[in-house]
């Protein structure tokens, strides 16, 4: 052994005889010199070990004390390239270390840490054709299905993975599903089946996907409103969710220069209250981030809250100049709430039977045993009616109508049904059962509401032009009205009187009326003003010159409306000389400022004047009223003849006539803010609501009829494979 190495046991004994002198020190309470020498002797034990013993290769080592204990190994790092998640580390028989392709296993590569790294990796595998992601960049074709025949069109397809994911987050959008529906097992295992390259984004992911859809859909749609400066005109309504949050709905409608008419949701907001004044603050903050500062209309509901908030509209408008007339013809009431006003003091003549009614079909669809006997009681009675028993909703009389026409058709079913079970009568006490006088005022009450559930439907829609159809709408039931009113069945008289007062109260007086139903009955080629004034001729015969007045207030309304859209025109067009002559076009300028002072110099010589577009408009022969015809259609061939009056036309078509559009936003957010998915954010529902009424191209929906048609086709040939199995079983 060296002079400088020593043995693990003599460093023990050293060691340990230091703690023996420490002990003995403390036990025998020595003086404080062998205290402190005591305590420094492991310390210069240690020093002098440092220095004097320091383990050569040849030191001794117990055999009991493993060698990796005493050379321990550095950890080993991970493997941080992307590369390596497509190739496999080996060593070949030098022992060098390469790599292996998982695609092409034929070839390696060196990939030594130090001398090679991975760079010859990643461009073999950018590069290599047996990669399945480098195929996919291949443009292929494929057949883009239309319907469910098959029939499609060609189109070339190449894999992306970020076009994925934004249809994916459309797909979300449109179909209503919810962030975690990505996560789930059954779209995961579809994924990896059709597209396994296809890198699945988790939840939170989607749901930033999902809001930059809609912030570049807004901006797309902030730079058209931006671009056009196009008036527009509004539909508005409150609605409470599952979260207790009150939520506005701003829908717009517009005409585009293309004359195709068009329903965009602005906005889905919360509103802390129902008062006038917030709303009305609510639309003005709207607005003014949409860059929105032209409005023809709003349509509202007849709530106090909404005068309100129309009144503190007209205001703002009024301090942006960008009014028509004042605002004097913003306010519009929504038809469907007035109807709905009408017909509900109707239905109250009939209560009594409607309530009978309505008990006979809650107690029969209470129980699913009850169900069964009725339906084997419509068996029996051979009633073809495919209809079903529903429940209404009180307050909703549409809903009623419908209750009492299926209940009328398997009128005979509830007769057998009554004989049938002994505790039918029992259980309908006191209400009672509906006999025979009930079902003849049924079938009174479902042949009187008929024609308004129709004419609710017709005033519905948000897809094509309604407002020049409010004034026959509501002059039809006006006639209908009288006409039932004098009527020899006391029921229906009565019935009619009360409507009569109720529709009175909003459309007896033409002063009481939003004008712009008449003029866009005056912009409508297959009537104009002829057919006013023929109409109120018809309703007005006393002969008292009632007729003639009204007459002239709508022609009064129409000239007043485009003398000031005239007006409008003539500043852009000053503007537009402004800029011409900026740009020194010195001769257009000359010609035009000699053609005023022409039509200057004829007005005052007592020369005829040029005719208006207007009165061109009135004079020429009206248009045929056939089946196909469409207004946008011809005011688009037409435009060019009537370049003022065409602008007129097209922000007066568009206005709504019914809050249908905003109140039918209320059934998505339902459906968006279910029991299961009451945690949304206001920001998030905004943004899942207005960007699916951006991007949805089809808003076709089944009706209860078609789809309980479509179910019971589906329930036949099922029933035929289920058969098939049992005769192959045989």
């Known amino acids: 052994m060296n002079q400088n190495s020593t043995t693990f046991s003599e460093i023990d004994f050293l060691c340990g005889s230091s703690l023996w002198f420490i002990a003995v020190v403390h036990r025998r309470g020595s003086s404080p010199w062998f205290f402190a020498v005591g305590t420094l002797l492991p310390s210069l034990w240690t020093i002098y070990f440092a220095f004097n013993f320091i383990p050569t290769e040849d030191a001794t080592i117990p055999n009991d004390i493993p060698q990796n204990k005493c050379k321990p190994k550095r950890k080993r790092m991970k493997q941080r390239s992307a590369g390596w998640d497509h190739f496999v580390k080996y060593t070949d028989k030098d022992g060098t270390t390469r790599a292996r392709c998982k695609y092409c296993p034929d070839k390696s590569f060196a990939c030594d840490s130090i001398s090679n790294g991975t760079s010859n990796l990643l461009r073999h595998y950018k590069s290599c054709t047996m990669n399945p992601e480098n195929a996919m960049t291949q443009t292929v074709l494929k057949l883009q299905s239309n319907n469910i025949n098959g029939e499609g069109t060609l189109s070339c397809w190449r894999y992306d993975q970020d076009a994925i994911r934004t249809s994916l987050a459309h797909m979300l959008i449109i179909d209503e599903l919810s962030f975690r529906f990505v996560e789930k097992e059954g779209f995961r295992y579809f994924m990896s089946v059709t597209c396994p390259k296809f890198q699945l984004p988790s939840r939170i992911t989607i749901a930033r996907d999902i809001y930059q859809v809609y912030v570049d859909e807004k901006k797309k749609l902030q730079k058209w409103f931006a671009s056009t400066g196009q008036r527009v005109s509004l539909t508005i ?300 001729s018809e309703l007005h015969k006393q002969g008292d010159g009632t007729e003639i007045v009204m007459t002239k207030n709508v022609k009064d309304a129409t000239y007043e409306l485009f003398i000031s859209y005239q007006k409008n025109g003539t500043t852009s067009k000053s503007n537009e000389n402004t800029h011409r002559r900026s740009k020194d076009d010195v001769q257009e300028y000359v010609i035009t400022d000699m053609k005023e002072r022409y039509k200057k110099f004829k007005s005052l010589s007592g020369g005829v ?120 079983d045989l």
């Open 237 to 536: 309504d409150t609605w409470t969710s599952l979260q207790r949050v009150n939520y506005m709905c701003l829908t717009a409608h517009f005409i585009d220069p293309d004359w195709n008419l068009h329903k965009k949701i602005l906005n889905f907001c919360p509103i802390l209250s129902h008062k006038g004044s917030q709303i009305g603050e609510l639309i003005e903050k709207c607005l003014l981030d949409w860059g929105i500062d032209k409005l023809l209309a709003i349509t509202v509901d007849n709530a106090s809250s909404n005068d309100t908030a129309v009144a503190y509209m007209k205001k703002r408008f009024e301090q942006w100049g960008t009014d028509i007339l004042k605002a004097k013809h913003l306010h519009m009431r929504c038809i469907a709430h007035i109807i709905n006003l009408v017909v509900t003091d109707g239905l109250k003549e009939g209560s009594d039977s409607i309530d009978r009614v309505r008990a006979s079909v809650k107690y029969i669809r209470n129980s699913p045993s009850r169900l069964a006997k009725f339906k084997s009681c419509i068996e029996f009675e051979k009633i073809q009616s495919k209809c079903s028993l529903t429940l209404d909703v009180c307050t909703r009389w549409n809903s009623t109508y419908l209750m009492l026409s299926s209940a009328l058709k398997l009128r005979r079913a509830f007769v057998r049904f009554e004989s049938e079970d002994p505790q039918f009568k029992f259980e309908l006490q006191p209400v009672g059962v509906p006999d025979e006088e009930d079902w003849k005022k049924v079938d009174i009450l479902v042949t009187f509401f008929k024609t308004f559930y129709d004419l609710t439907q017709r005033i519905s829609g948000s897809r094509y032009v309604t407002s020049n159809t409010l004034f026959h709408e509501i002059i039809d039931v006006d006639s209908l009205l009288i006409k039932w009113a004098e009527s020899t069945n006391n029921d229906f008289a009565s019935m009619a009187k009360k409507m009569k007062v109720k529709y009175d109260k909003y459309w007896g007086d033409i002063g009481k009326t939003n004008m712009l139903i008449y003029v866009s009955v005056v912009l409508d080629p297959r009537h104009k003003l002829r057919y006013i004034d023929f109409v109120f």
């Open 609 to 728: 004047e040029e005719k208006s577009e207007l009165e061109k408009y009135l004079t020429e022969e009206n248009v045929a009223d056939s089946l196909g015809f469409s207004i946008l259609s011809w005011w688009k061939l037409n435009g060019s003849r009537f370049p003022v009056l065409s602008q007129m036309a097209r922000d007066i078509l568009a206005v709504p006539i019914s809050t249908v559009a905003s109140e039918s936003t209320f059934s998505t957010g339902g459906r968006v803010l279910d029991s299961y998915r009451t945690s949304l954010s206001p920001k998030v529902v905004q943004a899942l609501i207005c960007t699916q009424d951006w991007i949805r191209k089809s808003h076709k929906s089944l009706t209860i009829e078609d789809e309980t048609h479509e179910n019971e086709e589906l329930d036949e040939e099922l029933s035929k494979l289920t058969g098939d199995l049992s005769m192959l």
